[in-house]
T-cell receptor
């Protein structure tokens, strides 16, 4: 699916529950990113990783955690500390500095 | 750090007319400027990009222009069609010195093409 796959497409979370969103790419890209998009809004950076075993906080990292144990995978955990997690989550990858992103198809998370 | 401003936030045109979306950036060292199109509920997709050593680039009905002196770049869509209706995002790369590879996105423009 464009070389970068996000799952699940839809996810429902109960109050106080942690959930993990999957992002896998087979593009051999070094860099990976997580964005949050609220209805009618732009893209806000949560976390990014330029290389395996390394990642940095973006603009809205509170209540989220990530890992980068493999080049192909960059899962995002939405913790219970994130008080308003309902949003559309987009994962992206790139070859790094001066290159565009390839986006996944997104995960729509809803708190029930 | 880099900041990108995008205007207008909404744009409505008649089918067949042209549409222009403008972005300004703050860091003169930025060297890569992509444009993304996002249809409702779908992923953003790269439609055209330009690097700082080029002033203009065209691909069929879309073109991008870059003015490095003024630090602004624009997306031009000619002969618009209803399927051009979407949200368009501009972006600028963080300067090479930052070594982050991040893109800084504009706030988005919702384009509506009326049949």
């Amino acid at each position: 699916d464009g070389g970068i796959t996000q799952s699940p497409k839809y996810l429902f979370r109960k109050e106080g529950q942690n959930v993990t969103l999957s992002c896998e790419q087979n593009l051999n890209h070094d860099a990976m990113y997580w964005y949050r998009q609220d209805p009618g809004q732009g893209l806000r950076l949560i976390y990014y990783s330029q290389i395996v075993n390394d990642f940095q906080k973006g603009d809205i990292a509170e209540g989220y955690s990530v890992s980068r144990e493999k080049k192909e995978s960059f899962p995002l955990t939405v913790t219970s500390a994130q008080k308003n997690p309902t949003a559309f989550y987009l994962c992206a990858s790139s070859m790094g500095q001066g290159n565009g992103y390839t986006f996944g198809s997104g995960t729509r998370l809803t708190v029930v | 750090g880099e900041n990108v401003e995008q205007h207008p936030s909404t744009l409505s045109v008649q089918e067949g007319d042209s549409a222009v979306i403008k972005c300004t950036y703050s860091d003169s060292a930025s060297n890569y400027f992509p444009w993304y199109k996002q249809e409702l509920g779908k992923r953003p997709q790269l439609i055209i990009d330009i690097r700082s050593n080029v002033g203009e680039k065209k691909d069929q009905r879309i073109a991008v222009t870059l003015n490095k002196t003024a630090k602004h770049f624009s997306l031009h869509i000619t002969e618009t069609q209803p399927e051009d209706s979407a949200v368009y995002f501009c972006a600028a790369s963080n300067p090479p010195s930052s070594n982050t590879g991040k893109l800084i996105f504009g706030q988005g423009t919702t384009l509506q093409v009326k049949p």
